[in-house]
T-cell receptor, first 116, second 114 residues
């Protein structure tokens, strides 16, 4: 079974430039998560989707971040414009069930973003 | 709000030593508790979980018991191996406003020497 796929693995951009990250979850997983992980910290949830509906996005900085999950499968997270403080690893995860606190999340390898 | 506090790392042990990584939490509801592990160069993966008080999660020789009275979920292993070297994350999932919010600790790095 293929795991969660993310691309690119690494991205270096100048500040004020746009950037996008792509995630393909495990087949059949209804729930998809985007996290940001700063150096030396744990993942922080940005947004969670159940199928194509965003159900938790209170931590997403909506002035510059946007996300979409078309057809309830792949998802894209975008930052426009990027700031120096956005440098972090962006993680995507998926889980099988919807709305259950006991779900096991399966994580992708992450995209390491560096903003210069 | 919810939070997870883990002991500072790195934890450095010799092979076959006993391991404890402390984890305490605060939550507004009745959370499920998790330990995730991140091996070098890999993504986070679930190590074990517990969903109610006094449950013991176990996997690969690791154990953790959900202690509601002390709001703790300490990770233990009786005899560590070099291959256990990784970063360990304690996490909870708690209901808020009808949905479940995952919260992670900052991670504890474990280094096991031969």
């Amino acid at each position: 079974e293929a795991g969660v796929v993310q691309s690119p693995r690494y991205k270096i951009i100048e500040k004020k430039q746009p950037v996008a990250f792509w995630c393909n979850p495990i087949s059949g997983h209804n729930t998809l998560y985007w996290y940001r992980q700063n150096l030396g910290q744990g993942p922080e949830l940005l947004i969670r989707y159940e199928n194509e509906e965003a159900v938790d996005d209170s931590q997403l900085p909506k002035d510059r971040f946007s996300a979409e999950r078309l057809k309830g499968v792949d998802s894209t997270l975008k930052i426009q414009p990027a700031e120096l403080g956005d440098s972090a690893v962006y993680l995507c995860a998926s889980s099988l069930a919807s709305g259950s606190g006991t779900d096991t999340q399966y994580f992708g390898p992450g995209t390491r973003l560096t903003v210069l | 709000g919810n939070s997870v506090t883990q002991m500072e790392g790195p934890v450095t042990l010799s092979e076959e030593a006993f391991l404890t990584i402390n984890c305490t939490y605060t939550a507004t509801g009745y959370p499920s508790l998790f330990w995730y592990v991140q091996y070098p160069g890999e993504g986070l993966q679930l190590l074990l979980k517990a969903t109610k008080a006094d449950d013991k999660g176990s996997n690969k020789g690791f154990e953790a018991t959900y202690r509601k009275e002390t709001t703790s979920f300490h990770l233990e292993k009786g005899s560590v191996q070099v291959s256990d070297s990784a970063v360990y994350f304690c996490a909870l999932s708690d209901e808020a406003g009808g949905s479940y919010i995952p919260t992670f600790g900052r991670g504890t790095s474990l280094i096991v020497h031969p």
